[in-house]
């Protein structure tokens, strides 16, 4: 089976590509030197000072929160909204799909900055809740994209068939919808989550009171340089995200996603 | 899988519940910073003196604070921006006016930074840090001394310097090496300041922003155009690096402390800068950041290598021809195009 | 009835919070204001954007997402299917690592490409222990696509992934039954049944991909404009948010119909496209 070792090659220098900077940055967060350029030594010294620092902490405490609530809205929201548009009439759903795109193509500051003009025009104080809106604004679109085409491929007349046999609409899309578009929920949620964790310029301009999140944390400390802390923590999340999807792996066995 | 989610969810939010009960007696002063440019202990120090807690977030621009700050919908007690800032935010009524007499430690405050023409009776701003712009290089790989911005155009170096990824930072390397101010407001000086640039260009190595440090350390580049304070931090850690203050003359900045209009707590936050200007708290921070204080209580208690050094108190005579930069108003356009037009090519 | 209901909440969220901003950004590009404060309404800022150095800083940008995006989607094909094809127990916790290193600073996660790819980088340090000569990586075209490559080809796989799980087996069994070898059944079955995620990964990626630049000022040293820079600097260096607003629309339209044309161009037949835009 040459195919097999093809593929399992491919596999791997992918996601040597995928790893390579973060192994990168994570053999950095050991280097006994503020600079993660040039290797000087081992040390723990940063993983120490790392919790002593409670404004990293307390962005990561943000940064966490933001991204698994904005996502989850975001999710929900687009979900419903894809199963709505799907059985729009043609015209309607080319209209919102384009309305749909407007949040990704449009440049951050040109979103943050909009966004912003918009809340303090409604007189709201900026800090969490308007970063959460903020998030699922630039999420939903990404959530509609991932779910839209599970539709797509569904057989169209399995909802009509569903109701014609007597299910409510509620047990219909529990039972019949959801299972068909379960793996374009998973992927919309992912997106949104990786998105809303890692987003800088609009998260700057919608928040205050002294919510920030971790891109804020470290694009403002780019300039006199990123401390290794920050190389420790991503380090730790990392190894923290490996360890939970290692155990739910192990636990759910075959979960179909 | 969805039960983990949920439980996951629930402690996020019961997290904000918790977070969001305050005292509500408890006076909060809001400081907005530069990244990395305090030293956080200070806020414990601060908060066990007078009872009042400080809620700390941070900026990476001067630009992105003032859009903030301008637009409204925060409460902004202490901001830190440059000089050419702080003239822009006192023309466009955007800070608070500071009652020099609530604030008894502004005596420890260097004459020579007060009463400058940004903010000309300080009744705005109080001076935090200064610094310069210059070139920083290695000399095991830069060997003839550096003292002149002609280096950067000087083909020998090609592909071994960087440059500032800043429209008006930039410039000014372009202006000062013609001998104009670099706030100038003619037209045809900044088109010779663009030509020279694009001249330049072949054997800029890069324009960077923020990472240089990183790219001196590890022999990316050899040469690069800096602020002090990044020269103060790789001097002090790697002994083959120099600053040099070019003879033509260069940027000589300031950052000093304002009170945002909009603040709260105009009180508290009064107290807090008089806190950031005592010396021993003022040492506390020029030892954490390593940029040169405005304070003559804090230069006695720092360490005296340090004077005299280009990238830390230099000598005033180097510093001849240096300039402050202003708020160049309805001006800033034409840079924007000479800059376009230089990053276009 | 329930079809109708279950958008309602997204309408209101978009119409509040995507709509009211656009048109607001409009209302900001239509306009120009005096240094007096007083403003009146204008076309200036969209002829201005028409000078021919806008136009060399937007085609450069356009270039570079277009390519990106090539080289996302022939790289990202065959590891969807990949991924589509793992043994199930597998499947969930492969595609988890796909998007992991993504929620890893962005900032940091490019400065290691800077560190693996400069003069005395890993990359460097590989070749010369080969005795091979060394290669300036960085501060190239190339090494901007890569790092875009890097950031985005999660989001061309995964949708691209999600239609190719559970796709109508049956279907593709009768293909085979009926004779087809394995490259036809690809071709005529597989490819045209996923283009809906194609279309939605192609979205994902091209669209961000044409207003991002911190990518190419790191990886590209700042040496060009891009369009992303044009605005940003318009909204914060120079405080012109009617200019900004009136490059910003451009982009938009502009987008928008190429992304027309390519799905007016991506499938002949209506009724299999999937997020068709116009």
Known sequence: MVGKWIKRLYTLIIFGFLYAPIAVLAVFSFNDSKSTAKWEGFTLDWYQSLFQNDYIMKSLYYTVLVAVVASAVATVIGTFAAFGIFYMKTWKQKAILNVNSLPILNPDIVTGISLMTLFVALNMELGLMTMIIAHVTFCIPYVVLSVLPKFKQMPSEMLEAALDLGATPFYAFRKVIYPEIKPGIITGALIAFTLSIDDFVISFFNTGNGVSNLSIAIYSMARRGIKPEINALSTLMFITVLILLLVLNKRTKIEEI | MKKVLSLVLLVALMGTLFTGCKKDDQVVLNVYNWGDYIDEDIFDIFEEETGIKVNYETYATNEEMYTKIKKGGTQYDIAIPSDYMIEKMIKEDLVEPIDLTKIPNYANIDTRFKNLAFDPNNAYSVPYFWGTVGIIYNTNIITEPVDSWNVLWDEKYAGQFTMVDSQRDSIMVALKKLGYSMNTKSVAELEAARDVLIEQKPNVLAYVGDNVKDMLISEETAMAVVWSGEASTVIQEYDNFEYALPKEGSNIWFDNVVIPKGAKNIDAAHQFVDFLCRGDIGFKNADYVGYATCNTETMKLLDPALMGTTYAYPDDALLENFEIFSDPGDFITEYDRVWTELKAK | ?278
């Open chain 3, 1 to 278: 009835m329930i079809k109708k209901l279950s958008s309602g909440p997204y309408l209101f969220w978009i119409a509040m919070f995507v709509v009211i901003p656009i048109l607001m950004v409009f209302g900001f590009s239509m306009i120009t204001t005096n240094s007096d404060g007083s403003w009146q309404i204008t076309f200036s800022n969209f002829t201005r954007a028409f000078d021919p150095i806008y136009i060399a800083v937007l085609a450069r940008s356009l270039k570079i997402a277009v390519e990106a995006t090539l080289i996302c989607f022939f790289i990202g094909y065959p590891m969807a299917m990949i991924l589509a094809k793992m043994n199930v127990r597998f499947r969930t916790f492969a595609v988890m690592m796909f998007v992991v290193p993504m929620w890893m600073n962005f900032l940091l996660r490019t400065y290691a490409w800077m560190t693996i790819l400069g003069k005395n980088g890993v990359l460097n340090g590989i070749l010369s222990f080969l005795g091979l000569p060394q290669v300036q990586f960085l501060y190239s075209e190339g090494a901007v696509l890569l790092g875009m490559v890097y950031n985005f080809l999660p989001f061309m796989v995964l949708p691209i992934y999600t239609v190719l799980t559970k796709m109508d087996q049956s279907l593709i069994e009768a293909a085979e039954d009926l004779g087809g070898n394995k490259k036809i059944v690809f071709l005529k079955v597989i490819f045209p049944l996923s283009v809906p995620g194609i279309l939605s990964g192609v979205s994902m990626v091209f669209m961000p991909a044409v207003s991002t630049f911190v990518i190419s000022n790191l990886l590209y040293g700042g040496q060009y404009m891009l369009i992303g820079n044009l605005i940003e600097q318009q909204f914060l260096v120079i405080n012109d948010w009617n200019f900004g607003s009136a490059v910003a629309m451009i982009l938009m339209l502009l987008i928008l119909v190429s992304m027309a044309i390519m799905n007016r161009v991506g499938g002949d037949n209506p009724e299999e496209r999937g997020v068709n835009l116009w």
